[in-house]
């Protein structure tokens, strides 16, 4: 194998997205959740203690209330545990994404900030539509009789 066909780790890319994130969207913050990675017992037992809980997403954009898990372009698969909190966020109306590395990552976030902006503008138009006819017939209010 040359050093070319090596398939970055998942730090790499997520260290890559990151960089990219916030150059390219100044003002909206982002950030890791430090779930992974090799620790001692002891460690490990005092993060879980104070709430670290596994299969929690990488990172966090909370203005976009967007949470993106990594996985490297090849091998990287999804835990029961990230099945499960991803069912969950989404359960409770955040939105989340899965990037198979930094450039499907980068696709999958440019695509998903158009589709705020398409619908932040078709809410626009339904309320102006909607205040012209509000205006045009207004409601009658009955009094009680």
């Excluded at 002891?42 to 709430?51: D, N, Q, S």
């Excluded at 954009?61 to 990230?82: C, D, F, N, V, Y």
């Excluded at 989404?90 to 589709?115: R, T, W």
Aim: charged share 30%; aromatic share 12%; hydrophobic share 40%.
């Amino acid at each position: 194998m040359k050093i070319t066909d090596r398939i970055p780790t998942e730090h790499e890319e997520q260290r890559e997205l990151v960089r990219w994130f916030r150059q390219t969207f100044k003002g909206v913050r982002i950030f890791a959740i430090p779930n992974g990675g090799a620790r001692s017992i002891v460690t490990a037992g005092r993060l879980k203690a104070e709430g670290v809980s596994a299969g929690v997403p990488d990172l966090f954009a909370p203005a976009w209330h967007l949470w993106i898990e990594m996985k490297r372009t090849k091998g990287g698969s999804l835990s029961a545990e990230q099945k499960d909190w991803i069912q969950y966020l989404e359960s409770e109306n955040y939105y989340c994404i899965v990037g198979k590395g930094a450039e499907d990552a980068k696709a999958k976030i440019k695509l998903f900030e158009f589709q705020q902006m398409y619908m932040e503008f078709k809410r626009r138009e339904w309320v102006k539509e909607f205040s012209k006819k509000e205006l045009a017939s207004p409601l009658l209010i009955k009094k009680p009789e």
